[in-house]
């Protein structure tokens, strides 16, 4: 199986629920943006970056978390200081900092089997409307068990296209990537029939 | 919803997770990485329909939400999906279900134009009104700004409506599943 993102503790963070994570995300997500005061986020941001160490995340994982959006955050706060002023451009960056990293801390903090036990919660109102969650949880464990089997097909269709000097078209790849794991997936549908899986 | 409907749905998810396995090409002179996942909604929808295409990148979203890194480049979480760039991301959804939109619509009359001007329509139009919605909101800039710094973008797009057509195309005359939907 893929590993999650997940990085293991004891913290009070890890033995949050799931569900309480999500929503303090939201609440913060809206927050920030609510707030136009670039010191009253730059204290939100500080938080954030506090609750890292109290939950057992090291220094390296909070740069692992803000290495990717450093460039973006450059460019926007110099289109604010051009557009605008310093304080613009501080407000902006600092509010999407404060929005990833609370955000990162969700997913390093929550186990992705815990994701989805709340995600099976969250689908149960949605029954009436046509939501089933055992369709949804047959796909999610579909679509863990493909991705590998995929990647090899992937892997010996380009030795094939190697062999007829195709190797560099992606369409000589995609095109039977595509057919010989939709016959795959019919295998597979009748396989799951022939077994009587009850879906309704 | 059949089970087939379903097996379909998972593969497309699985097929967006493992495009974002291949190494992203980085376009000369402007240095803008570009990755084959987003070929991922654009072939779900002109593949699946709008529904099954939809709800596949709905699914795989979902995987990433969770934790999953199955974004190019090994990304995931909520972080990703929140950030910057999550309108285009999130867009990827509504890519699909309007690419499969368009594509049933035409699939009796589908040829290479209607086909690539479907693909480009909700992979590159539909997408990038909502990711650069996004941006502009997130970086507090005009969306005409937030447009001129994705136009770079545009190039590796067209690179990827023109690979989706001709899979599209390819796959219609082999292994045609839309019209089997009805």
Not at chain 1, 15 to 36: D, E
Request: contains cysteine; charged residues 10%; proline residues 4%.
């Amino acid at each position: 199986m893929i590993a999650g993102l997940y990085i293991d503790g004891a913290s009070a963070l890890h033995r949050a629920t799931a569900g309480i994570k999500i929503l303090a995300m939201m609440a913060l997500g809206t927050g920030v943006f609510l707030i136009p005061d670039w010191p009253v986020v730059a204290v939100v941001l500080a938080t954030v970056i506090a609750l890292y160490p109290i939950s057992g995340f090291g220094r390296h994982i909070i740069w692992a978390q803000i290495k990717p959006m450093i460039w973006l955050l450059l460019i926007f706060f110099a289109v604010q200081l051009w557009l605008n002023d310093w304080q613009a451009g501080l407000l902006v960056v600092l509010r999407i900092a404060a929005i990833v990293l609370f955000a990162s801390l969700v997913t390093l903090s929550t186990k992705t089997s815990d994701m989805l036990a709340s995600l099976d919660r969250a689908m149960v109102p949605l029954k009436p409307i046509g939501v089933n969650p055992e369709k949804v949880s047959l796909a999610i464990s579909m679509v863990l068990r493909f991705i590998p089997v995929i990647a090899t097909v992937a892997s010996e269709i380009r030795d094939a296209q190697r062999a007829r000097g195709l190797d560099k078209s992606i369409l000589a790849m995609i095109v039977p990537l595509i057919i010989r794991t939709l016959k795959m997936a019919d295998d597979v549908a009748d396989a799951i029939d022939a077994r009587s899986f009850d879906l309704d | 919803m059949k089970t087939k409907d379903i097996v379909y749905i998972a593969l497309f998810a699985a097929l967006t997770a493992v495009l974002g396995l291949f190494p992203p090409i980085t376009l000369p002179i402007t240095g803008v990485p570009v990755t084959a996942q987003s070929l991922g909604p654009m072939l779900a929808g002109a593949i699946l329909g709008a529904r099954r295409g939809g709800l596949s990148i709905v699914l795989f979203l979902v995987l990433v939400a969770v934790g999953l890194p199955l974004l190019s480049g090994g990304r995931g979480g909520f972080g990703v999906m929140i950030g910057v760039t999550g309108g285009f991301i999130f867009g990827w959804a509504v890519t699909a279900f309007v690419v499969g939109l368009l594509i049933e619509k035409l699939w009796n009359k589908l040829n290479v134009v209607n086909a690539a001007l479907s693909i480009a329509f909700g992979g590159i139009v539909v997408l990038y009104a909502i990711g650069n919605a996004w941006v502009a909101v997130a970086a507090d800039i005009s969306y005409w700004q937030a447009t001129v710094g994705a136009a770079p973008f545009l190039i590796g797009d067209a690179i990827k409506v023109a690979i989706a057509t001709a899979a599209c195309l390819a796959v219609k005359r082999s292994y045609p599943l839309i019209s089997k939907a009805g």
